[in-house]
C-alpha cells in the first residue's frame, strides 16, 4: 500500500490488535509524507532526536493555518502543550506538591496504600470465574490513587470518566479529518471538568488536607502558585494523565503476561525482575503510541526536508521495536538491559507521573501474578480502546 496512507491505516481500528507491521513499514520509509500533509517519524533515533530538539514545538499554536483549525473561546493551554520557558515555569509549580525537592516522600508514602488496593480488588475476586482486568481492576487502581493523590472524591470517577474520554477523543491524532468540532466539544469538557476540580480546590482554602489540590491553593510562596485558570488546565491534565496511560500500561502488561506463560512463570518464580519487566512493558507494549510536534523551522529528517509549521507525528512505540536501536525488538524479554524506551517520551516533556505509573504497575503486577498461573484469555485479541494514540484492551476478560 501507498505510504502517504500509512497514517490513515494505523488510525483504521481494524488495525488497533497489531499495528507494529505498519510501524516496520513506517521505519522501512524512513519519514513518510501523509496525504494531509503531515510527516510521520518512525525510527528511534530520530524521534529521540527530535524530542530533544529546541526548533520542534509542542505548542499547536506554532501550527500552519491549515493544520490549525479554529480557536475556542475556552481553550485551556496545559504545560503538556507548551515550550519553554513556560512550559518548565508550569511544569516546576506542577512538580512541587507531587515529588522532590518539595514533596521528596510523597510517592512512596503512598506505596502501603496502592497495594492495600490492589489487594481489595483482587479479594473481590473470590468465587468468580471470569473477570474482566480493565473494569475489576486496571481501571479502579489508578483511578483510586490518583482521586486520593488530587483530592478527589471517589464517587464522582462517573462524572469525570466521561469528561476524560471525551478530552482524550478530542486529543487523539486523526488524519484528514477537521479537528474543529472535535476541539470544541473537547475543549467545552475540559473546562467543565477545570471548574470542577478548582472548585474542590477552592473549598480547601484555609482548610487544607493531605492532598494536592489542597497544596496548590495554600502555597505560602506567592511565586508558587498558579492562576485560577492554570490550576484549572494542571489538575486537568493531572487527573486525566494520572490514570488513563496507567490503565493500559497494567492491561497491556497482564495480556502480554498471558500470552508469554514462559516469562509470566519466571516472574512469579524471580518477582525481583519486576521492575525492570515493568520497562520492558514500556518498550514492548507501549501506553502511548504517538505524540504530535510542531517544526518551528524547515528541518532535516533522515535527509527529508520537514517544513516550518506542519504536523510532525511522532511514532514512539515504533521507535520502541526499532532494530537499531533493540537487540531483537520483537522479543519480550524482562530481563533486557539497556532498555531506554520511549514508553514515557523524553526531552523536556519527559512524563513527569512516570515514578507513580511505575510503581503503580509494579505493585499491581506483583498481586496479580499469582493469580495468573491459571488463567485463560476469554478472547485474543481483546476489544481495543478506539484510540490509536492511547492504545490499550477496552475489556481483557479472562476466565479464572
Known amino acids: 500500500m501507498a505510504i502517504d496512507t500509512l497514517l490513515e491505516r494505523i488510525n483504521d481500528y481494524a488495525n488497533r490488535p497489531d499495528p507494529y507491521p505498519l510501524y516496520a513499514e513506517l521505519r522501512e520509509a524512513g519519514v513518510a509524507r501523509q496525504t494531509d500533509g503531515s510527516y510521520l517519524i518512525g525510527a528511534y533515533h530520530d524521534i529521540m532526536a527530535l524530542l530533544h530538539d529546541p526548533r520542534i514545538s509542542a505548542d499547536r499554536r506554532n501550527l500552519a493555518a491549515p493544520y490549525r483549525g479554529l480557536p475556542q473561546e475556552e481553550e485551556q493551554i496545559s504545560l503538556i502543550v507548551l515550550d519553554d520557558p513556560e512550559h518548565h515555569r508550569l511544569r516546576s509549580l506542577a512538580m512541587r506538591p507531587f515529588g522532590p525537592p518539595h514533596s521528596p516522600g510523597r510517592l512512596d508514602a503512598m506505596r502501603d496504600e496502592i497495594a492495600q488496593i490492589a489487594e481489595e480488588l483482587i479479594e473481590a475476586f473470590d468465587g468468580r470465574a ?33 469528561w476524560s474520554a471525551t478530552i482524550i477523543d478530542s486529543a487523539d491524532i486523526k488524519p484528514g479529518a477537521d479537528p474543529t468540532e472535535r476541539r470544541r466539544v473537547g475543549g467545552r469538557a475540559r473546562v467543565e471538568m477545570g471548574r470542577y476540580l478548582v472548585d474542590l480546590a477552592e473549598q480547601r482554602r484555609g482548610h487544607p488536607r493531605d492532598d494536592m489540590l489542597s497544596a496548590f491553593v495554600n502555597e505560602p510562596d506567592p511565586a508558587g502558585l498558579l492562576t485560577r485558570e492554570e490550576l484549572a488546565a494542571t489538575a486537568v491534565l493531572l487527573l486525566i494523565a494520572g490514570h488513563e496511560t496507567t490503565v493500559n500500561l497494567i492491561t497491556n502488561g497482564v495480556l502480554t503476561l498471558l500470552r508469554h506463560p514462559g516469562q509470566l512463570e519466571r516472574l512469579r518464580r524471580e518477582p525481583e525482575l519486576l521492575p525492570n519487566a515493568v520497562e520492558e512493558l514500556l518498550r514492548y507494549e507501549p501506553p502511548v503510541h504517538m505524540r504530535q510536534r510542531t517544526p518551528l523551522a524547515n528541518i532535516d529528517v533522515a535527509g527529508t526536508t520537514v517544513p516550518k509549521g506542519v504536523p510532525l507525528v511522532l511514532m514512539l512505540a515504533s521507535g520502541n521495536r526499532d532494530p537499531n536501536r533493540f537487540r531483537d525488538p520483537e522479543r519480550f524479554d524482562p530481563t533486557r538491559p539497556d532498555n531506554q524506551h520511549l514508553g514515557f517520551g523524553s526531552g523536556i516533556h519527559l512524563c513527569y507521573g512516570g515514578p507513580l505509573a511505575r510503581i503503580e504497575a509494579q505493585i499491581a503486577l506483583a498481586a496479580l501474578i499469582p493469580r495468573l498461573g491459571t488463567t485463560t484469555l476469554v478472547q485474543d485479541p481483546p476489544p481495543y480502546r478506539r484510540s490509536a494514540m492511547l492504545r490499550g484492551p477496552r475489556h481483557l476478560p479472562i476466565e479464572l
Open 130 to 162: 471470569r473477570i474482566d482486568i480493565v473494569d475489576d481492576f486496571a481501571y479502579p487502581l489508578p483511578v483510586s490513587v490518583i482521586c486520593r493523590l488530587l483530592g478527589v472524591p471517589r464517587e464522582d470517577e462517573p462524572v469525570f470518566r466521561e
